[in-house]
């Protein structure tokens, strides 16, 4: 006899049975798919022979999203190796929305083989096979993949500690390695797709072999799988590299890989955002500076960068001495810090740099504004005392959420992330430091989880990510407080009883990447910018040639009210010019023609169609000045 806490309900229970035999006699629920017990996950296989508490989980649920994904992934797995035998299997893992499986084969998978794969799926999940999961010792595990030729899991099991359990599932002949836990049945895969093949490398190492890596998503239901696909199709048509290409905003060429080439418009658009950062700063008492693109590689040493970060520093010579192209602004400012004594008095010190860093990201990864090689940090760096820790993180905090919202970004995502392996610094450091960001962000009323292990290695740090029209996440803003690297290149200052103290530094980037940025927003806003950020926002048409000089003379007065404005006088239909602009998704059209030019007024649509009637020059100026003062997200 043994009793089972199901909710606050104490079920009591005569002899051990599975979980699955468990919640079928007692909640009838065929919605369950996995259970933890007593706060570990388990398959439904699982026994039950002693006091627990357990709970269930359903695939609606996020954990149980990412059960049933996992168990998508085998199924992708079992499939290839029927229709590719020769296949060797890596890696399976769970990815937001979706999962993807590693493989490596010497004739590639094409993406046109993936509906092939995606129907004998299909015919596989429909055949009822049981998963089994069963726990091995690591030398049957070695003999299981050793027999089926599988090297990539050999690999895998080496890395597994000693005093780790292997668990091996199957369905029919194919065999997996795995944690866990599965679903209990192919069944229940119903609702799934494949979506892309891409490159990949073993370890994600580009110095290891390449793979191929096989994307698909699954969901709990079809309307669920749809909704997702309409999403993917929509954020499609709102590529940012389409958009740019479209909206004449920027280019990239194999000459200079994750490199941007900036045009006119997109460089207004970069500029604009940079300008309004740059007020913040202003308003906040940062002193803006900036720091060399090269420095010394001994510098880098000291500040513990190129011992961390090796594979993605650009290093030159000149002169028999070798130098780095700065992958981050922070030994610089340091430098600018270590310039004359400075006092507790003087404390907060506050730089700000819009910095230009280079890293060396592999060429797999780049995408557009998203992941680039050179890129723009709105950087800062905070000096201060540990007294001074917690106000100075609260008014960070405030900043970001504020920036954010300008931009429409309202619902973010904090997180928390600890001391990682490799870090710099003793645990008495990480212990306070860590406790002082859980102290802000709980005086700050923010509601943050833990993300063990993915601090810097010179500190903890808040990451804030932001969630877009189309739900995916973007992870931006950080705040790293930092007890290490000031003491390594030798910060100091004066206290009120005369000692020298190292200074707490914090680290902060609101946007990260302006670059990225930029490409967020044109995702996030379909290219429609709102008008602050417009490059051009307003294009005058004429009917005919008969109201040029009208036509000039508007333009003229809107340009002196410091508006963005072009003229399309061209001998077209009024149809096309509306048209054409309308694609350039310019916000306002403004039409004249006789009426208007006898009445003084202009016609006023917006680039999605709206007629606004018409209205004299006065009214629209006024109308614009209040939503660019407002930095308005709507026409």
Known sequence: MFNVSVNDKEITVDKS?????????????????????????????????????????????????????????HLLGHALKQIH???????????????????????PISESELPKIEKLMKKLSKKN?????????????????????EDYKLKLIDDIPDNEIIAIYHHEEYIDMCRGPHLINTNLLKYFK?????????????????????????????????????KLEEADKRDHRKLGHRLDLFHFQEESPGMVFWHNNGWFIFNTVKTFITDYLIDNNYQIIDT???????????SGHLDKFSDLIYEVSSEDKSYAIKPMSCPGHIQVFNQGLKSYKDLPIKYAEFGKVHRDEPSGTLHGLLRIRGFTQDDAHIF?????????????????????????????????????????????????????????????????????????????????????????????GTIQLDFSMPDRLGASYVDKDGIKKIPVMIHRAILGSIERFVGILIEEYAGNMPLWLAPT???????????????????????????????????????????ENTLAKIPYLLIVGNKEMESNTISVRTRFGKDMGQMTVDKF???LETLVRDKSLTI
């Open 17 to 73: 049975l599975s979980i699955r035999d468990f919640s079928k006699k007692y909640f009838n629920d065929n919605h369950i798919i996995a259970a933890k017990v007593n706060g570990n996950l388990k398959d439904l296989s699982d026994n039950i022979s002693e006091d627990c508490k357990l709970s269930f989980i359903t695939a609606d649920q996020i954990e149980g999203l990412e059960i049933l994904r996992h168990s998508c992934a």
């Open 85 to 107: 035998p020769e296949v060797k299997m890596v890696i399976g893992p769970v990815i937001n929305n979706g999962f993807y499986y590693d493989v490596s084969t010497e004739k």
């Open 129 to 149: 096979y049981n998963i089994v999961r069963e726990v091995v010792s690591r030398e049957k595990a070695i003999q299981v993949f050793k027999d089926r030729s």
């Open 194 to 230: 494949l979506m892309k093949v891409s490159g990949s490398y073993w370890r994600g190492d580009s110095k290891n072999e390449s793979l191929q890596r096989i994307y698909g998503t699954a969901w709990d239901t079809q309307k669920s799988l749809d909704d997702h696909l309409e």
């Open 292 to 302: 060399p693109q090269i420095l010394d590689k001994s510098l880098w040493k000291k």
């Open 384 to 476: 201060c005392t540990t007294d001074q820790i917690e106000s100075e993180i609260g008014s960070l905090i405030d900043n970001i959420y504020s920036i954010y919202g300008v931009f429409g970004f309202g619902k973010v995502k904090v997180e928390l992330s600890t001391r990682p392996e490799k870090r710099v610094g003793d645990d008495e450091i990480w212990d306070s430091s860590e406790d002082a960001l859980k102290k802000a962000l709980n005086k700050n009323n923010v509601d943050w989880s833990i993300n063990e292990g993915d601090g810097a290695f010179y500190g903890p740090k808040i990451d804030f990510s932001l969630t877009d029209s189309l739900d995916r996440e973007w992870q931006l």
């Open 537 to 579: 926002q307003i294009v005058l048409m004429n009917i005919t040639s008969g109201q040029d000089a009208y036509l000039d003379s508007i333009a003229q007065k809107l340009s002196e009210k410091g508006f963005r404005v072009t003229c399309d006088n061209r001998n077209e239909k009024i149809s096309l010019k509306i048209r």
């Open 621 to 623: 100026v006024k109308m």
